[in-house]
């Protein structure tokens, strides 16, 4: 069992950054995929970028590639979302997501995901 806590969240101009942390629990994180997803309200899920367990292995939604980078560090069970020249677009809460998976591999389904967190807004002003 994994539990997955983000933080970092907040309100950010156009063009400033914001980076992103989510903090497990759990002795299984270093064989896990790891994902981050953000959702408007009204709207459904959507994958911004993922990781394999060892990180060797990433992979980004068009409309955050060059701008976002997702890396983590599995002696601390934290996964971290890096993103830079923010958009009022990128406005949404952000959750991190988990599953037990020890492939080079990154899933971009939520469905295919175990373990989700709790969520953090993220607020770009024009």
């Known amino acids: 069992q994994v539990q997955l806590v983000e933080s970092g969240g907040g309100l950010v101009q156009a063009g400033g950054s914001l980076r992103l942390s989510c903090a497990a629990s759990?002795?299984?994180?270093?064989?896990?995929?790891m994902g981050w997803f953000r959702q408007l309200p009204g709207k459904e899920r959507e994958f911004v970028a993922g990781?394999?367990?060892?990180?060797?292995?990433?992979y980004y939604a068009d409309s955050v590639k060059g701008r976002f980078t997702i890396s983590r560090d599995n002696a601390k069970n934290t996964v971290y979302l890096q993103m830079n020249s923010l958009k009022p677009e990128d406005t949404a809460v952000y959750y991190c997501?988990?599953?037990?998976?020890?492939?080079?591999?990154?899933?971009?389904?939520?469905?295919?995901?175990?373990?989700w967190g709790q969520g953090t807004q993220v607020t770009v002003s024009s």
């Open positions: 997501a988990g599953r037990f998976d020890l492939r080079a591999i990154v899933y971009g389904l939520g469905s295919a995901y175990d373990y």
């Open positions: 990781i394999s367990w060892s990180g060797g292995t990433t």
């Open positions: 759990g002795r299984t994180f270093s064989s896990t995929a």
